[in-house]
Every structure is written in structure tokens, then in C-alpha cells.
């Protein structure tokens, strides 16, 4: 019998709550510390692979200063013989919008951007959006203009009423119906979708930060992935992380899994769009854990790394706050499920989202520290920066339905054991 959603839910949580408590590397750890990170955390990950439970895992994990844990397990391809390394490269996908809200908050620095301004004031396009209100009785949309502008703040804290037609079934209606594209397809024309809220009004998740690349783009006189290699990958020595695959990072690159309902795996030949119409600034990218780190550090640093400040302190510690109010984070309901289970980190918790990041308001069960940034993308890659402890890590697989019962919890499972060794 097909589990439904909520059957979903509750298999994660029990999957998070086992792995995080139940594993032998945390077990040992909690059993008077012994063994080191290395030990600790190459003994989770390995028993993990050799269970089957995922083909492979790129996972690391760094100070203020250096990286105090790098580990890779498993294979690129299952099947192939062809071990996972710790410059794999895989489609990183929404852990793309960090780094593109990281370019327009620079741009923002610098008095080119403001936060409150409408933004049309950059993109005029933005001007033909409208929210989305029913259906007519012809099954056609019923739209209308918003009840007010958006605005880049709007934008990077998902509030703008964008979303996506993974978790929002009218969206995937409206696409249907009037033959929009999905934003998968890297058309353009995606963008086009309609707000199914007024803005401000409440967090959806969306396509709004791939509306921040164009305002990037159009501000800059640059395309996104220019901007982001002069100004953070390059400065940052992110030597594998780009829109587009280049012949050497694609003799590196993982290729995407799919888990299915009775939890088997098997080899997809899934990819994102390759050649795009724009750099699509909300999850676009391929990168390496190597890399990303390199970025986790920079933001553990106020904005610094190898000598250079690609974005001042005081801008990190406006994306490091709060900036929705009272609004809280809410569950990704799926309606896609072969894409993403049901989806919320630390269930329960209350969750807000400064400008670019998921904020834990508690300690989380994993030792995470009350206000650390997070996100993830859609084939189970994940990251967190602990600002008040000074850690942060990154966790790469290439696996779908996001959520994944085995690969999420056993993200959980290593952050525990990087706070515990």
C-alpha cells in the first residue's frame, strides 16, 4: 500500500530521532566521548553506505578557521564502481539562493539596492505579476493585481506570495491550464507564474530568489554567474561551483538517485536544465562541499575569508536576523511526492528566515545553536552555520524525494555528531 503524507512525516521523525540518538558513532560519543570527529563521523557515514541506506555522501565540517571534518563515502553512480570523493560535484539546487541573496545584499552595501523600494524600480517585468484568486467556472484563473508592491525584502524572505508547483497545487493547475512552463524547464517564461498571496502576508516558498538574480543582473549590467564568480567565487576560491558544468567539474559529478515507495534506489536520469535561459539564481548552481564550505566560513567570519571582504560585517548580521516579523517558516506539503516528501526541519520548532537563511529559534535537538542560519536543496544537499558556536557544516547527496526518509535523518545524525565530538 502507497504511504500517504502524513505516514511520510512521521517515518522522518522517527528516522531523525533513531539516527540522531541510535547510530553507533553517536552512541559511542555519548557514551563518555570517545573517538574523535573523524572517527565519530566516518563510522556514521560508512555504516550508512554499507547499509544501503544511500549510494553515497560527500560531508564536511569547519570552524572559523579551517575545516575540522571532510569525508566522503559511497559511489558517484550507484552501480558503477566509481567512489564518491570529496570534490564531487553535484546540483546543489536551492542551496543556490544563499549565495544569490548574498549578491544582491552586496549590491545593497553599496546603496545600488534597497530593501523597500518596489521592484519594479529595477525590473519592470515584475510589474506584470499577478496574484492568483480562483477559478472561474470555465476551470480558467482568476487573477488580480497585488495589494501592494513587492519588494526585495519580500523577495529574499519568501513572503512575496511566490511559490512553487511542488508544494502548491494551484500553481501546478495554473501551468496546466494556461501552458506555462515550470520553473524546472529553465525558461524564462517561468517566472511568470502567478502570487498566490498578497505580499507580506504570510512565508511561501517559491521562485521569488530567481527573481533576485534578474534584479542582480539588471542592477550589475552582469549575468548572475558572472557577478557571483567576480565577487564571491573567485575572492572565495570556489573553484568548482557554476551555473553551467564545465568538462572538468562534469568528470567529477554525482548523478541523481531515486528512492521509491518501498524505499529502493535506483539510478535516474535526472538533471537540471543544462542550458537555461537565465542563471537561475534559485538553484541553479553545482558546487562541491569543498566549496560551499569555503562560503560557510565566510559568513562564520562576519563576511571575511582569505583576506578578502566580499560583504561587510553589519550586512551579515542583517541576514543573520530575522526580517520577517512574526511570520514563522511553515511544513512544505508535497504534491509532487516522486519529488519531495512533506518537509520541515525540526518539526514543532518555531522557524523564522532572515535574508537568505532559515533561522532555528530554539537549540535544536541537535545542538544547534538558537538563531543559526540553514537551508538545503532538493536532492538532499544541506548546510548550517552556527554563528554563536562558530561551526558550521555541509552534507551532499543526489538523491530524490527531497526529505528522504534515510539521507535527512542521517544529516541530523552527522550535525550531532559534530557538536558531540
Known sequence: ???????????????????????????????????????????????????????????????????????????????????????????????TKVLTSAAAMQLVEQGKLDLVSPVTRWVSDLSKIQVLEGWDGNGQPRTRAPKRPITLRHLLTHTSGFSYDL???????????????????????????????????????????????KIVEAVSGKKLGVYLQENFFGPLGMKSTAFKITPAMRKQMAQMHQRDDNGKLTLTDFEFAEEPEFDMGGGGLYSTAGDYLLFIRMILNRGKLNGNQVLKPETVDLMSRNAMGDTKVTLLKTVI???????????????????????????????????????????????????????????????????????????????????QS
Request: glycine share 12%; no cysteine.
Open 337 to 419: 511526492p516522486a519529488l519531495s516528501n512533506n518537509a520541515e526541519f525540526f518539526p514543532g520548532m518555531p522557524k523564522t528566515w532572515g535574508l537568505g537563511f532559515m533561522i532555528n529559534e530554539q537549540t535544536a535537538p541537535t545542538g544547534r545553536s538558537a538563531g543559526s542560519l540553514a537551508w538545503a536543496g532538493l536532492a538532499n544537499t544541506y548546510f548550517w552555520i552556527d554563528p554563536h558556536k562558530g561551526l558550521g557544516g555541509v552534507y551532499l547527496t543526489q538523491i530524490l524525494p527531497f526529505a528522504d526518509t534515510k539521507s535527512l535523518p542521517l544529516f541530523s545524525a552527522f550535525e550531532k555528531v559534530v557538536y
Open 167 to 213: 508544494w502548491n497545487a494551484d500553481i501546478g493547475r495554473y501551468q496546466e491550464v494556461t501552458h506555462l512552463p515550470g520553473i524546472g524547464s529553465g525558461q524564462y517564461a517561468a517566472l511568470f507564474a502567478p502570487l498566490i498571496a498578497d505580499p507580506g502576508e504570510r512565508w511561501e516558498y517559491g521562485i521569488g530568489v530567481d527573481w533576485v538574480g
Open 1 to 95: 500500500m502507497r504511504p500517504n503524507q502524513d505516514d511520510r512525516r512521521l517515518v522522518l521523525k522517527a528516522g531523525i530521532a533513531l539516527l540522531a540518538s541510535g547510530t553507533p558513532a553517536v552512541a559511542q560519543s555519548e557514551r563518555g566521548g570517545a573517538g574523535s570527529l573523524k572517527e565519530n563521523a566516518d563510522l556514521l557515514l560508512r555504516n550508512a553506505v554499507e547499509a544501503g541506506d544511500i549510494p553515497g555522501v560527500v560531508a564536511m565540517a569547519t570552524n572559523r578557521d579551517r575545516a575540522i571534518y571532510e569525508g566522503a563515502f559511497g559511489q558517484r553512480v550507484l552501480g558503477q564502481n566509481v567512489a564518491m570523493t570529496t570534490d564531487t560535484v553535484v546540483w546543489i539546487a536551492s542551496m
